[in-house]
Each structure stands twice: as C-alpha cells, then as structure tokens.
C-alpha cells in the first residue's frame, strides 16, 4: 500500500479481522460480520522512520496500543468491502498526517511599548476597582 512516494506499507503489516456489526440493518446485521478491525503494527514496521512513528503515536492517541499497533474499528457501511476501504483510507490519512514535518515555532519577544501600554491599563484598571470601595468621611 503505497502512502508517499516514500513511505509504502507491505501486506504483512497489516491484519484485518471482521466482526459483527450494531446499530440499524436488520437481519443483515446478524448474519454478517461487516464492521472491519484494521491492525497496523507501526512499532514494527522497518518502512516508517523513528520520527513519524513519533508523530503517528500521538496522532493516534487511545487507537495506540501498549504493544506498539495502531488499530482502527470501522463499521460505518453495510458492506464488508467499503468499511475496509474507509478503514485502509483513515490509516494511510493518518500516516500522511504523521509523514509532515512540523513547522518550528518561532519565539518572538512583546515589545517595550506593549508592555508598558498592557501595564498601564492594568493600573486603570486597578484604580477603577479602588473607587468602588466604602467612602470615608
């Protein structure tokens, strides 16, 4: 499977298993197994650089598992065929996403000017307050 010119996922990496759906679909929903349960084992896979497993870790999130796989459940279609499609679809997203380099922050420093005006409204501000208290005869 072919995610960037760079980056290819073999056959081997990935195992689909297919279980029974809920929700809406009558007796259809009994009888066959059509929600997919993709499995991408990404820890272990030599075509992914350290860095994007990095990234591809924290954009998965809780489909992340302790032994380093990547799992996602779809069960969205009636039909077998299309929910691995959307399954294998969301997986080579996530890859892309995670293949994206992030653009370094820059630090900028806040102007004198600004400091002084932010300051300044704070001593307003505070002497506004000061006002509301009891009058003193």
Do not use: H, Y
Request: hydrophobic share 35%; proline share 5%.
């Amino acid at each position: 499977m072919q995610i960037t010119p760079q980056i290819e996922i073999a056959d081997w990496e990935i195992t689909e298993q297919f279980v029974r759906a809920g929700g809406p679909g009558g007796q259809n929903v009994n009888k066959v197994a059509t929600a997919v349960e993709l499995r991408f084992e990404a820890a272990r896979s030599p075509n992914l650089p350290d860095p994007v497993k990095r990234r591809l870790q924290r954009i998965a999130g809780r489909r992340w598992t302790k032994d380093g796989a990547l799992v996602i459940q779809v069960s969205e279609e009636r039909s077998q065929a299309r929910n691995r499609e959307i399954a294998r679809a969301r997986l080579a997203e996530m890859i892309r996403k995670a293949a994206e380099k992030p653009k370094p922050r820059i630090r900028t420093r806040v102007s004198l000017s600004q400091k002084r005006k932010r300051l300044d409204a704070k001593r307003q501000r505070g002497e506004i307050k000061a006002l509301r208290g009891k009058v003193d005869e």
